[in-house]
């Protein structure tokens, strides 16, 4: 689905803020902090509820302002997709309909966000890479929120008992939900890290020059299955009071010239591996959804060399998507573009 119109009120530094937008690349221009990373956020919110660039939804309100208000006309057929937020929550609406949660915003709008940030996925945080997984699967992979929903609902359920240092033979119930969620989980999952694999192979190697993989750990040790791990782990589970195995521990590691990158990349390395995972993604998900992608591209040649940049703009134009790219100045971006718009204090006007 293409964004015909984008409007901002009260968000970040915009007290008021629209664009007429391009189905294809729309480059945002102009200094550091004029807010051009914030239309990218507002478009964020719109496709998942949240910003890629904080958690809470309180940041995004302009200084002295109770809420704000986001809304994107779009196309095919024509209709208007609006958020409401701040720190009493967020109000979704399609043209007059009250949304029921971000899981139908993304399913309408679906988005995926390449950001400087976003080498934490090779030396980061497990957690980091099972978001960046759960949400390409969600686009992707037909009733992996269910599963994933389902699972994670057994586990807190479990933790809980354990907690409450309930009796071994009491878990049975919670510990059969876990493992045959679990079991699901992770064919899922693997399924979709297999399919992302190829992808990545082919954008990680274009960017970096040489080959690169993917492996995806499960979140438990050895060989057997999950049931058999979870009732290995079911004294360490007692003694802490936590479950220590299963997809909730998974990992996805990242490896360049066949070794883990987390350790050898460099971070110019780093953010090459990064953006071919991105963009792997962003196929994925393009190829899958009914709904146009709407990809969003945070200042792509910051920090990285012309030829990195020029390579980078190469394969953004592989993606079949509604691209919004942001720099600082049109001559710092290699790639084509379709409309320009410049950001300052506030302010945003179309120049092309």
Same mark, same amino acid.
């Given at each position: 689905?293409? $964004?015909?119109?984008?409007?901002?009120?009260?968000?970040?530094?915009?007290?008021?803020?629209?664009?007429?937008?391009?189905?294809?690349?729309?480059?945002?221009?102009?200094?550091?902090?004029?807010?051009?990373? %914030?239309?990218?956020?507002?478009?964020?919110?719109?496709?998942?509820?949240?910003?890629?660039?904080?958690? +809470?939804?309180?940041?995004?309100?302009?200084?002295?302002?109770?809420?704000?208000? &986001? /809304?994107?006309?779009?196309?095919?057929?024509?209709? $208007?997709?609006?958020?409401?937020?701040?720190?009493?929550?967020? +109000?979704?609406?399609?043209?007059?309909?009250?949304?029921?949660?971000?899981?139908?915003?993304?399913? !309408?709008?679906?988005?995926?966000?390449?950001?400087?940030?976003?080498?934490?996925?090779?030396?980061?945080?497990?957690?980091?890479?099972?978001?960046?997984?759960?949400?390409?699967?969600?686009?992707?992979?037909?009733?992996? !929120?269910?599963?994933?929903?389902?699972?994670?609902?057994?586990?807190?359920?479990?933790?809980?008992?354990?907690?409450?240092?309930?009796?071994?033979?009491?878990?049975?119930?919670?510990?059969?939900?876990?493992?045959?969620?679990?079991?699901?989980?992770?064919?899922?999952?693997?399924?979709?890290?297999?399919?992302? %694999?190829?992808?990545?192979?082919?954008?990680?190697?274009?960017?970096?020059?040489?080959?690169?993989?993917?492996?995806?750990?499960?979140?438990?040790?050895?060989?057997? +299955?999950?049931?058999?791990?979870?009732?290995?782990?079911?004294?360490?589970?007692?003694?802490?009071?936590?479950?220590? &195995?299963?997809?909730?521990?998974?990992?996805?590691? $990242?490896?360049?010239?066949?070794?883990?990158?987390?350790?050898?990349?460099?971070?110019?390395?780093?953010?090459?591996?990064?953006?071919? !995972?991105?963009? %792997?993604? /962003?196929?994925?998900?393009?190829?899958?959804?009914?709904?146009?992608? =709407?990809?969003? =591209?945070?200042?792509?040649?910051?920090?990285?060399?012309?030829?990195?940049?020029?390579?980078?703009?190469?394969?953004?134009?592989?993606?079949?998507?509604?691209?919004?790219?942001?720099?600082?100045?049109?001559?710092?971006?290699?790639?084509?573009?379709?409309?320009?718009?410049? &950001?300052?204090?506030?302010?945003?006007?179309? =120049? $092309?």
């Amino acid at each position: 689905m293409t $964004i015909e119109r984008l409007d901002a009120h009260d968000f970040r530094c915009f007290a008021s803020a629209n664009i007429e937008a391009h189905p294809e690349t729309n480059l945002i221009v102009g200094p550091n902090g004029s807010g051009k990373t %914030s239309l990218l956020e507002a478009v964020s919110v719109l496709g998942s509820g949240r910003s890629f660039r904080v958690r +809470d939804l309180t940041p995004l309100v302009r200084h002295g302002q109770s809420e704000f208000r &986001v /809304a994107a006309r779009v196309g095919d057929p024509r209709q $208007i997709i609006e958020a409401r937020g701040g720190p009493g929550g967020l +109000d979704l609406r399609l043209n007059t309909q009250t949304l029921r949660g971000t899981t139908e915003l993304a399913a !309408l709008l679906p988005v995926q966000a390449l950001h400087p940030e976003m080498h934490g996925l090779v030396e980061g945080s497990p957690e980091g890479r099972r978001r960046f997984v759960d949400w390409g699967a969600f686009h992707v992979k037909p009733g992996y !929120l269910d599963i994933w929903r389902r699972y994670h609902r057994a586990l807190r359920q479990r933790n809980a008992a354990l907690k409450a240092a309930v009796l071994p033979r009491n878990l049975q119930p919670w510990n059969e939900e876990l493992t045959r969620t679990g079991h699901l989980l992770d064919r899922a999952r693997r399924e979709y890290v297999d399919q992302l %694999s190829t992808a990545f192979a082919d954008f990680g190697s274009a960017l970096t020059g040489g080959s690169t993989e993917l492996c995806y750990h499960r979140g438990w040790s050895g060989e057997g +299955d999950f049931d058999s791990a979870l009732e290995s782990s079911a004294g360490r589970d007692q003694q802490y009071r936590t479950t220590h &195995v299963g997809p909730h521990r998974a990992d996805l590691e $990242i490896r360049l010239q066949s070794a883990p990158a987390r350790y050898l990349a460099s971070r110019g390395q780093q953010k090459m591996l990064a953006m071919g !995972l991105g963009l %792997s993604q /962003a196929q994925m998900i393009a190829t899958a959804s009914p709904r146009r992608l =709407v990809l969003l =591209v945070d200042d792509p040649a910051a920090e990285i060399d012309g030829e990195r940049a020029q390579r980078i703009a190469a394969q953004l134009g592989r993606v079949s998507a509604q691209r919004f790219v942001t720099g600082l100045a049109p001559e710092g971006y290699p790639g084509q573009f379709d409309r320009l718009f410049h &950001v300052k204090q506030g302010e945003v006007r179309q =120049v $092309i």
